[in-house]
T-cell receptor, first 121, second 115 residues
Framework: AQTVTQSQPEMSVQEAETVTLSCTYDTSESDYYLFWYKQPPSRQMILVIRQEAYKQQNATENRFSVNFQKAAKSFSLKISDSQLGDAAMYFCAYRSAAWANSGGSNYKLTFGKGTLLTVNP | DTEVTQTPKHLVMGMTNKKSLKCEQHMGHRAMYWYKQKAKKPPELMFVYSYEKLSINESVPSRFSPECPNSSLLNLHLHALQPEDSALYLC??????????????FGDGTRLSIL
């Protein structure tokens, strides 16, 4: 079974600064997808960024980028020019890329325990 | 605006009540999910429907009964719940099957309190 570990329960950053949230995972699969979700106090889980394991290039979405190290099974999220609206719980998640007849494993998202990010003005 | 709509946003019920949570999406997704989330914890998967058929039941107690009437709707029927069932219930949808990087899209959730 896959596991996802977020070793930083809480992080804080000054507005306009850069912060990196760490995520490591354990899997025996070679093909999978990784996601970072953000959950502000408003409750909705919002997709921040996604990465396909077969792609060597790190994904970027505006101020958000990842450092994907497949061999090290590491998937950290960097937030540049932090804004007050970035304050939220951040969850790293893993999903198998196995086909649908794999017993449903490709439907399941395995989440880390989350990192609570505070942005200070 | 969320593309997955959940109603109600808040629900308070007694342990003997029967109520239902509703979820609707119009993105053409054929996989829909129910999650339970406790405060400051990650979501826990409860059920997955694929093409309106129950695909995964994560050993959820029978007091939770899911239903998928059509490809856009997902219900969660609640009966005889316990205080420990108080939580945020999230619905999500996605394209089904493997081989794609499409993420799950989540609703705002229903905050459920059991008295």
């Amino acid at each position: 079974a896959q596991t996802v570990t977020q070793s930083q329960p809480e992080m804080s950053v000054q507005e306009a600064e850069t912060v990196t949230l760490s995520c490591t995972y354990d899997t025996s699969e070679s093909d999978y997808y990784l996601f970072w979700y953000k959950q502000p106090p408003s409750r909705q889980m919002i997709l921040v960024i996604r990465q396909e394991a077969y792609k060597q290039q790190n994904a970027t979405e505006n101020r958000f980028s990842v450092n994907f190290q497949k061999a090290a099974k590491s998937f950290s999220l960097k937030i540049s020019d932090s804004q007050l609206g970035d304050a939220a719980m951040y969850f790293c998640a893993y999903r198998s890329a196995a086909w649908a007849n794999s017993g449903g494993s490709n439907y399941k998202l395995t989440f880390g325990k989350g990192t609570l990010l505070t942005v200070n003005p | 605006d969320t593309e997955v709509t959940q109603t109600p946003k808040h629900l308070v019920m007694g342990m003997t009540n029967k109520k239902s949570l509703k979820c609707e999406q119009h993105m053409g997704h054929r996989a829909m999910y129910w999650y339970k989330q406790k405060a400051k914890k990650p979501p826990e998967l409860m059920f997955v429907y694929s093409y309106e058929k129950l695909s995964i039941n994560e050993s959820v107690p029978s007091r939770f009964s899911p239903e998928c009437p059509n490809s856009s709707l997902l219900n969660l029927h609640l009966h005889a719940l316990q205080p420990e069932d108080s939580a945020l219930y999230l619905c999500a949808s996605s394209r089904p099957g493997g081989g794609n990087n499409q993420p799950q899209h989540f609703g705002d959730g229903t905050r459920l309190s059991i008295l």
